[in-house]
């Protein structure tokens, strides 16, 4: 993993997310081949989630059990949404986001 860190510094953010309890699992698309890598980070009530599509596509997400997603960031910087992800406090804290953000209903290819 070393070797890896030292390659590409970026995955230094994976590498403690993943101390911190986090679980990674390839993301396949439909011919089996390998499309991302998704991490989670699951509790009772809610589900922190952060894709990696690429070294510079990365989408962060909170979940809420039975509501749906509160949180959501999409960018070019892995450390910037980990660090985000991982500072939002607590569902039920002061400051934590709350509002369900609902689809669209518009359909964009």
């Keep these: 993993m070393n070797d890896s860190v030292r390659r590409y510094p970026e995955l230094a953010e994976l590498v403690r997310l993943k101390d911190?309890?986090?679980v990674f699992r390839p993301l396949r698309d439909g011919r089996g081949e390998l499309a991302g890598l998704?991490?989670?980070r699951c509790r009772q009530?809610?589900?922190d989630a952060l894709f990696v599509f690429d070294r510079g596509h990365f989408v962060g997400a909170r979940v809420l059990d039975g509501d749906g997603c509160v949180w959501l960031k999409d960018g070019g910087d892995l450390a910037e949404i980990a660090r985000d992800l991982s500072a939002l406090p607590e569902p039920d804290a002061p400051g934590a986001?709350?509002?369900?953000?609902r689809p669209s209903l518009l359909w964009t290819p």
Aim: aromatic fraction near 14%; proline fraction near 7%; hydrophobic fraction near 45%.
């Design 38 to 40: 998704v991490g989670t």
């Design 45 to 47: 009530d809610f589900t």
């Design 20 to 22: 911190a309890g986090w």
């Design 97 to 101: 986001p709350r509002l369900v953000r």
